[in-house]
């Protein structure tokens, strides 16, 4: 977490046939260790803080091809469903501050709305899956669809995008 006392996590449960994945929060003081998504046979995947650490945005996946955007708090006292989109998948969740939460639409639109779900709108001249935010820079990295393969830095301020490096000197890192 933000204020460094916490720690999230995903864990993935197998028993009799099924595969559920949850998400863990340990209370790095005292050791404590609390579920906090029951996903039963389903899965909840990249929880994020908010940067005041009082939530957890992460994006829930029941296989109907209909992922949505979720919010708890650390000890998973309420679960609110974000986006209720049932057309499409919503995932890959992070906080812009503490009013304000991004995610990728599928296939590729990046959204933006407030943290009560309302007042979404797309975030034009991104178009990837996922996107990484730095709060302090104020800058999105991504990779620039599969096919061109370049990383992009996206200053949220001026909104325009960077090319860091093209997709032949990308592929050669790996």
């Known amino acids: ?16 046939g ?20 029951k996903s039963g046979s389903h899965k909840s995947y990249e929880p994020k803080w908010s940067p ?16 949505q955007v979720w919010l708890t708090d650390a000890k998973g ?4 469903n974000l986006t209720r989109d049932t057309t499409t998948h919503n995932y890959f969740p992070s906080w812009i501050d503490d009013n304000t939460i991004i995610y ?5 639109e990046l959204m933006m709305m407030q943290v009560d779900g309302t007042n979404r709108q797309k975030i034009e001249g991104v178009n990837a899956t996922p996107v990484k935010y730095n709060a302090k820079a104020r800058k999105l990295i ?31 890192l790996f």
Not at 77 to 80: A, L
């Open 52 to 67: 005041d650490s009082k939530r957890i945005v992460y994006y829930f996946e029941k296989g109907d091809g209909h992922d």
């Open 1 to 16: 977490s933000p204020d460094g006392k916490k720690i999230i996590y995903n864990i993935t449960n197998k028993e009799a």
């Open 104 to 108: 990728t639409r599928s296939p590729d």
């Open 142 to 172: 991504y990779i620039k669809s599969d096919e061109e393969n370049k990383l992009m830095l996206f200053d949220w301020q001026t909104k325009t995008a960077t090319e860091l490096l093209d997709g032949t000197t990308l592929a050669k």
């Open 77 to 80: 006292s309420f679960h609110s």
């Open 18 to 37: 099924r595969s559920a994945t949850d998400t863990m929060v340990l209370d790095l003081a005292n050791k404590y260790v609390k579920q906090i998504t």
